[in-house]
């Protein structure tokens, strides 16, 4: 131990080098997590925002939302017996408010249930994302394929479909708009995977966001940029201590014929290991979590603990198995080999 202080005193510029690139490769996989997860929000709340379940479309829809229609007797004979069980559709569409502007929403409307609003013909409650662009409580929305008019009678929070936010309108009132008596989805709060329907899909929560349009895409793309990052930190310190350790064959060699074991030189490196990336991880951690509290309300990012605590144990797993391969050539190391190569 007192080795590896030592040494990171006598090297100071060298290991700052080090600290300072883990350091700002940590801080930019916590900022690009945190975007992840906000645009998984922002994709998908109505969706990860349900229970654990099983959803359900039409087998010939080939697993695209939009193409799935729910046979009425199928609908009511799945409902009948599943009592939790309830029928939903979502169809991107916009909203004219009073100063004729469109908005674009994601109507939503679904049989009766506790997962979403109800709401009365001619009513609709819609993400509050809407209230800060001028919507408020009252006011009287219309659609072009909508014969009457829609007043806002509530808001709900982070309810955000494809992007956009959500409006919940009466079945009746979706009907009219999209032309259609059947419903696009069903959902059974709990089920199993074992629960068969002819003529439907059966998707876990997990397996039906990857049906959301760019949902797939947007995640997969983000979510290889932050292994890209950690794999690249763990190189990093794999080159490094390999680099050190070159240098100090001829030490290593002294160091064993004085009856030092590996072992300890494996620790040594280790808590040089550890020191760097604990402080590297403590400033960058702290600097995303002031951003996560000063992101601009337009944008999508929500860096969690779990997440926070998640990737910081993978940079500390990374970092330790990068400097055990570097030390690898430790344990070849010969004492009079390694004394007499340092002379040279």
């Known amino acids: 131990m007192n080795i590896a202080w030592k040494e990171i005193k006598k090297n100071k510029v060298r290991f700052l080098i080090l600290g300072s690139i883990v350091f700002l490769i940590s801080l930019l996989t916590f900022i690009i997590a ?19 379940g099983q959803f359900y479309m039409s087998e010939d829809a080939d697993e695209t939302i939009n193409l799935s229609r729910i046979d009425s007797s199928t609908q009511n004979n799945i409902l009948n017996k599943q009592k939790e069980a309830l029928a939903f559709s979502i169809q991107m569409g916009f909203l004219n408010d009073s100063a004729s502007k469109q908005r674009s929403v994601a109507f939503v409307t679904s049989t009766d249930s506790k997962l979403f609003e109800n709401v009365n013909e001619g009513e609709i409650v819609v993400d ?8 408020q409580i009252g006011d009287t929305l219309t659609n072009n394929q909508y014969s009457g008019n829609f007043i806002v009678k509530g808001f709900v929070d982070q309810k955000k479909f494809s992007h956009a936010p959500v409006a919940y309108i009466n079945i009746e009132d979706y009907k009219e708009i999209y032309g259609t008596d059947e419903m696009q989805l069903i959902f059974i709060p709990g089920g199993e995977s074992t629960q068969v329907f002819a003529g439907l899909q059966s998707f876990s929560k997990k397996q039906f966001l990857h049906t959301i ?28 201590f390999y680099m050190m350790n070159v240098q100090k064959i001829g030490l290593y060699g002294i160091l064993k014929a004085l009856g030092v074991k590996t072992s300890a030189l494996f620790k040594m490196m280790w808590t040089q290991m550890v020191f760097i990336t604990l402080i590297a991880l403590s400033i960058s951690v702290s600097l995303s979590q002031v951003f996560n509290m000063i992101a601009p309300e337009g944008m999508p990012f929500s860096l969690t603990n779990v997440t926070t605590v998640q990737l910081s144990l993978i940079f500390l797993l990374i970092g330790f198995i990068g400097a055990t391969l570097s030390g690898i050539q430790i344990k070849k190391v010969e004492p009079l080999q390694a004394i007499q190569q340092g002379e040279v």
Do not use: C, H
């Open 128 to 135: 509050r994302s809407l209230k800060e662009k001028g919507i």
């Open 213 to 240: 349009p760019s949902y797939n895409a947007e995640q997969m793309t983000l979510n290889m940029i932050v292994w890209f990052l950690v794999v690249i930190s763990g190189m990093l310190f794999a080159i490094f």
């Open 34 to 52: 945190g975007l992840a997860n906000g645009l998984s929000q922002d994709n998908a709340a109505l969706i990860k925002d349900l229970p654990k």
